[in-house]
């Protein structure tokens, strides 16, 4: 893939090159697989554990392990998600927070991400609420959940 059709900026396909030469520790322009998505996090790619199981074993079937920096690039135009929708968001919103009290509890954000199919461990979800909770009462609202997508989407730090 050129890095000219890609759907990155110019400033963020530089970051991106940034973060892969310094996975790539030997400097043989590829990346193991636990590199591989050690730098695809470091570029803003949220990866759930089921993600990463999923690109591990593609890359040992396809790639004997390891990635160069098309197929990194490959993975991050799989793996990037647009920006959502006021109006998405607050639909995501709303489906989260079953009891309609504004605020998303830890029961109903757990059971949101298994009916999705998000399977994660005790200890990402933890740090996910962590994460997501930036007032810590315990419970995530609209403010912090957008907050949150937006992060996750834009790479706004680019």
């Known amino acids: 893939m050129a890095d000219e059709d890609s759907k990155f900026s110019a400033k963020q396909l530089k970051e991106f090159r940034l973060a892969y030469g310094i996975y790539d520790e030997d400097g043989d322009?590829?990346?193991?697989?636990?590199?591989?998505?050690?730098?695809?996090?470091?570029?803003?790619?949220?990866?759930?554990?089921?993600?990463?199981?999923?690109?591990?074993?593609?890359?040992?079937?396809?790639?004997?392990g390891e990635v160069n920096w098309d197929g990194f690039m490959a993975l991050m135009e799989e793996h990037h998600k647009p920006l959502p929708t006021e109006k998405e968001l607050i639909a995501a919103f709303k489906a989260m927070d079953e009891d309609g009290s504004g605020a998303v509890s830890r029961s109903e954000l757990k059971r949101f991400l298994t009916n999705v199919g998000e399977k994660l461990s005790e200890d990402e979800f933890e740090q996910m609420v962590a994460d997501i909770d930036t007032d810590g009462d315990g419970e995530i609202d609209y403010k912090e959940f957008a907050s949150l997508m937006a992060k996750s989407s834009s790479y706004s730090d680019f």
């Open 29 to 64: 322009g590829k990346l193991d697989s636990d590199a591989c998505c050690k730098c695809l996090r470091a570029c803003g790619i949220p990866l759930t554990e089921n993600a990463i199981a999923n690109i591990t074993t593609d890359l040992d079937i396809y790639s004997d």
